[in-house]
């Protein structure tokens, strides 16, 4: 198992995701597609959630079954693939894999855009699945690290502010030296046992806090 990110769908208590994918949402409006392709598949090792002929259906398959991933065509009747991809994506977190006869780059560059891990152009054959699903799986996995590691560097340079403005308050109460004013902060956190960040933010909030 990975120490990545569960999907937004999920309870925040709920196991890591797994290294690879196991139940797979399929939606297709051709029957003998949809049949090849849940086939193929279950061949494969995935269980099959599906077929759903429509975006309707492939929404509220993934909402009710909450799979690993989902395989939809982009042209299906009312609700189309890539509408069906964006709610998939946006509302639970589950990555997409688009199946396609079509390679126009309006539908790959907007699939980008809405959670499309991986594009197949149709007629897709077991081994492309296979290696499809792998590779937009592990996609998917790249993206919610990089997430969460752009989140963390934000806590931080927030912190930083935080902290920046604390010590400059400081610096033009106590009438002291900038290295000084920090070591103020440092010595208030060591003492408190309490985060400098906290430290800080009380400074911001209190004239009071270090004394006169």
Not at 158 to 182: F, H, L
Request: charged share 30%; no cysteine.
């Amino acid at each position: 198992m990975t120490n990545t990110p569960a999907h937004n769908g999920h309870d925040a208590d709920e196991q890591p995701l797994p290294e690879a994918p196991a139940r797979v949402l399929v939606a297709d409006d051709e029957h003998l597609v949809a049949a090849g392709m849940v086939a193929a598949l279950t061949d494969l090792g995935y269980t099959v959630i599906g077929p759903a002929s429509n975006g309707e259906e492939a929404i509220a398959h993934a909402r009710k079954e909450r799979p690993d991933l989902a395989v939809l065509d982009i042209r299906m009747p009312g609700t189309d693939g890539l509408a069906a991809a964006e709610t998939i994506y946006n509302e639970l977190r589950i990555p997409v894999v688009k199946v396609s006869a079509y390679s126009d780059p309006e539908y790959v560059n907007s699939g980008n855009r809405i959670g499309v891990f991986g594009y197949l152009l149709k007629p897709v054959n077991r081994d492309q699945l296979r290696v499809g699903l792998e590779v937009s799986w592990s996609r998917f996995l790249r993206h919610l690290e990089l997430a969460v590691e752009v989140d963390s560097l934000k806590d931080r340079l927030e912190q930083r502010k935080i902290i920046e403005q604390a010590k400059w308050i400081i610096v033009k109460r106590k009438n002291v030296e900038e290295p000084e004013a920090m070591r103020m902060l440092q010595k208030q956190a060591r003492n408190g046992r309490r985060p400098l960040v906290e430290v800080a933010q009380a400074v911001i909030e209190s004239e009071s806090l270090l004394g006169d």
